[in-house]
């Protein structure tokens, strides 16, 4: 009998930077047990440059992410979703799609790294940091007990990782 496949959708605005880096993320570190999507509720049309620099050096071809709209997965033919995870705070105040099945929610708000001014380094230390935030945050989802939890608790588990994960590395 084969482990269940955990289905993901990274929710942010644009969906051509955060949720795109958590996408990534989540299916280089999720190792086949969870499989990520994500979506903007106003998305751009392209994926962020400076994303793909991130996805690229993660093992990803640019063609494996584009910026689409959160209404795909709100179809009764889309993948069904277990949880779904806002990035940013603009799509976690907006009145999201009803999702098919119930799927479990948290919000892990993250600055916009497509927002950072300054240098070409400056902006790339920006995504990069970015990265670094989702990349801890996600570590913490997957060493949670799926299979044993509770709903309630994984629920609550789910949400506190937003600030377990910074206050981690903050002590760091």
């Not at 179809?75 to 976690?92: G, S, Y």
């Not at 892990?108 to 400056?122: H, K, N, R, S, V």
């Not at 990349?135 to 709903?151: E, K, V, Y």
């Not at 789910?158 to 903050?170: K, N, P, R, T």
Request: proline fraction near 6%; aromatic fraction near 8%; charged fraction near 20%.
């Amino acid at each position: 009998m084969s482990e269940k496949v955990y289905n993901v959708l990274f929710l942010c605005t644009g969906n051509s930077a955060r949720s795109v880096l958590a996408e990534a993320l989540m299916n280089k570190e999720g190792k086949g047990r969870f499989k990520a999507y994500s979506a903007g509720s106003t998305p751009t049309g392209r994926v962020n440059p400076n994303a793909l620099v991130i996805t690229r050096a993660l093992g990803f071809e640019d063609q494996d992410f584009r910026s689409k709209s959160w209404d795909e997965f709100a179809q009764t033919d889309a993948p069904p979703l277990d949880f779904i995870i806002t990035v940013c705070d603009n799509a976690a105040g907006e009145v999201c799609p009803i999702w098919p099945g119930q799927p479990m929610t948290a919000h892990w708000g993250l600055p916009d790294p497509a927002a950072a001014t300054g240098t070409q380094a400056e902006i790339s230390a920006a995504f990069s940091e970015t990265a670094r935030l989702l990349g801890n945050r996600i570590r913490l989802f997957l060493a949670l007990p799926l299979a044993s939890i509770d709903t309630m608790s994984l629920q609550t588990r789910l949400g506190a990782i937003h600030a377990s994960a910074d206050q981690a590395m903050e002590s760091q």
